[in-house]
């Protein structure tokens, strides 16, 4: 009887992107399905943008001037990067290679063009889309964590909008209404994609007579 691989078992880590509007819980999703999926790591973006009082450099980013972005770009140490508001972004690659090569699942959290050119790049790559339950309750969140004036709401949520166009695009759609329920969901995607047969290592199939 042929024998097949234990499913859950990929030879090399998955790659997954998580996009969504800013403000929609990207991050904590993030945090606590690692707490659910000990074998799932963030590969962590390098930023021009200045670094804010509650982040932590090498931990929600790396900060580094345009000239150091820019040298790294030219050097080709980027999956993706794109500039947004004015600020550039981009995903190292030999951190994502290594983490997958180590069979550790990746998750990059980056936005809908990062996403784009991630999807040429590696077909392979699972995308999930993260949006709120409503714009309303979006705004009210923005409003809530109390980062940004106005004009940045207002700029944030037109943003939305231009994002969830992009949806799809996605693989995967995840309302974060709930965040147990939408925990679970993502909980159930890695599972579900640890199971397709194209990311499982399987014997070669036997000829017939």
């Not at 932590?56 to 980027?78: I, K, M, N, P, S």
């Not at 784009?116 to 964590?145: G, N, T």
């Amino acid at each position: 009887m042929t024998g097949f691989a234990k499913p859950g078992a990929p030879p090399r880590g998955l790659l997954i992107v998580l996009s969504g509007p800013a403000g929609v819980g990207k991050d904590t999703l993030i945090e606590q399905w690692q707490l659910v999926a000990p074998n799932l790591r963030r590969v962590v973006t390098y930023t021009t943008r200045r670094q804010a009082l509650h982040e932590r450099h090498g931990l929600d980013y790396y900060f580094v001037t345009e000239e150091e972005f820019h040298a790294l770009r030219e050097q080709g140490a980027f999956i993706e990067c794109a500039e947004v508001h004015g600020n550039w972004y981009g995903t190292p690659r030999l951190e994502m290679e290594e983490l997958r090569n180590a069979g550790r699942d990746v998750v990059l959290r980056i936005d809908v063009q990062g996403a784009m050119q991630v999807r040429q790049k590696y077909p392979e790559a699972i995308l999930i889309f993260v949006a709120p339950p409503s714009l309303e309750e979006l705004e009210q969140r923005l409003r809530r964590r109390g980062r940004d004036d106005e004009e940045a709401i207002r700029v944030r949520l037109q943003n939305a909008l231009e994002e969830m166009k992009y949806i799809p695009q996605y693989d995967y759609l995840v309302v974060n209404d709930d965040l147990n329920r939408a925990l679970e969901t993502l909980r159930c995607i890695l599972i579900a994609e640890r199971h397709r047969v194209r990311n499982l290592a399987l014997p070669p199939a036997e000829g017939h007579e």
